[in-house]
């Protein structure tokens, strides 16, 4: 059985980018943690300042319980 939950598997990819002259990276962000659906819509983003940000479309109801299954799947070992 896999041990990651459908709905909190990360698609995350990395890009690498080639120096380019005149290329201008964005300031950096303050570091946040986000939780997403199996769809890869987000539901709810905590911020290294303590903001909360439930997505619209979602209940706080329902962003608490991804939230607190993720954090179970870490306790159990599982992972994300």
């Known amino acids: 059985m896999d041990p990651k939950p459908e709905r909190l ?14 290329f201008e990276l964005d300031p950096p962000q303050a570091p ?3 939780f997403a659906a199996a769809s890869g819509e987000i539901i709810v983003s905590i911020h290294a300042d ?8 979602f209940t706080v109801d329902e962003a608490a319980r991804v939230f607190w299954d993720a954090v179970k799947a870490l306790a159990e070992g599982g992972g994300l």
């Open 9 to 22: 598997r990360s698609n995350a990819k990395v890009l690498i980018m080639p120096f380019r002259e005149g």
């Open 32 to 34: 946040y943690l986000s």
């Open 50 to 57: 303590g903001r909360v940000e439930v997505n619209p479309k």
